[in-house]
């Protein structure tokens, strides 16, 4: 299957713009190279949904975009125009295990609040949490701790940790996968909700083709050993999208079915390469 390319000349500003990235580490046996050679471009205020095959690079990419590991030096990355040197402002990181990114002795109040607390006091603490546990329905839940909730209601949470900050992008790897199908739709749709009330970019890695589509406004397909792109295409689907009748659109279906091939030729040409 040939790249779609939507990466042409844009006059809108960019999130993120890569070009030639790629990343390696030290072994034993040498150097090993995770990504190689990556080009793209994230437009500010998109869903950009990450898919691809173990082993391609998916959270390596993610890394460096949050500024957490370095590219190899001839690479050019860019976030909101400025070379990545350490976590660029207002990036922040959303983790599938939320368990472990609570702390189950604060309340779901003071989780939220624990990035503000050595900048805002008082009332003003108070606003930016109640905010943002209003973005994701949590208000009403503020006093309890996070061992009192659904896992669902803990990832909420720890959306809203992150929105409580007012960042510009969020990361988000896998947020979703360790939740039941019923809870996770219901996340899906709230992400969208707070995704058009922010104008926040998101970069959303996940296993799930259908969640990749339903949530993105383009999908970025990797593969390979190093990963490389397999292909990137547009999402040209109405907003706002709805479980049902989104996904029985033939449009949603045709890039369904385009998103999984994607997939399915990435290990294909990993298997051949072996």
């Known amino acids: 299957m040939p790249m779609q390319s939507t990466e042409a000349a844009t006059k809108e500003p960019l999130a993120y713009s890569a070009k030639s990235l790629s990343v390696e580490v030290s072994t034993k046996s040498g150097p090993k190279r995770l990504i190689d050679r990556l080009d793209f471009t994230i437009r500010k205020g998109e869903i950009l949904s990450i898919i691809g095959t173990s082993g391609a690079g998916k959270t390596t990419l993610l890394r460096v975009l949050g500024g957490l590991i370095p590219a190899t030096k001839d690479s050019e990355v860019l976030a909101a125009g400025k070379e990545i040197q350490g976590p660029p402002e207002r990036v922040l990181m959303v983790f599938q295990d939320y368990s472990s990114s609570l702390l189950p002795w604060r309340t779901v109040r003071r989780n939220v609040a624990l990035g503000l607390e050595t900048t805002y006091k008082g009332k003003e603490l108070e606003g930016k949490v109640n905010t943002?546990?209003?973005?994701?329905?949590?208000?009403?839940?503020?006093?309890?701790?996070?061992?009192?909730?659904?896992?669902?209601?803990?990832?909420?949470?720890?959306?809203?940790?992150?929105?409580?900050?007012?960042?510009?992008?969020?990361?988000?790897?896998?947020?979703?996968?360790?939740?039941?199908?019923?809870?996770?739709?219901?996340?899906?749709?709230?992400?969208?909700?707070?995704?058009?009330?922010?104008?926040?970019?998101i970069i959303f890695i996940t296993h799930d083709v259908e969640e990749a589509v339903y949530l993105g406004d383009r999908v970025l397909a990797l593969g390979g050993v190093p990963g490389r792109i397999v292909e990137i295409f547009d999402v040209n689907l109405p907003r706002p999208r709805h479980q049902i009748q989104t996904k029985e659109m033939p449009e949603f279906l045709h890039l369904r079915h385009q998103a999984y091939e994607s997939v399915v030729e990435a290990e294909l040409r990993l298997r051949s390469e072996q």
């Open 132 to 201: 943002a546990l209003d973005l994701v329905g949590l208000r009403k839940r503020a006093d309890e701790y996070p061992w009192q909730l659904s896992g669902g209601m803990q990832q909420r949470v720890q959306i809203a940790r992150a929105l409580a900050m007012e960042p510009s992008v969020l990361l988000m790897d896998e947020p979703f996968g360790a939740l039941d199908a019923i809870t996770k739709t219901s996340l899906q749709d709230e992400l969208l909700q707070v995704q058009e009330k922010t104008g926040a970019t």
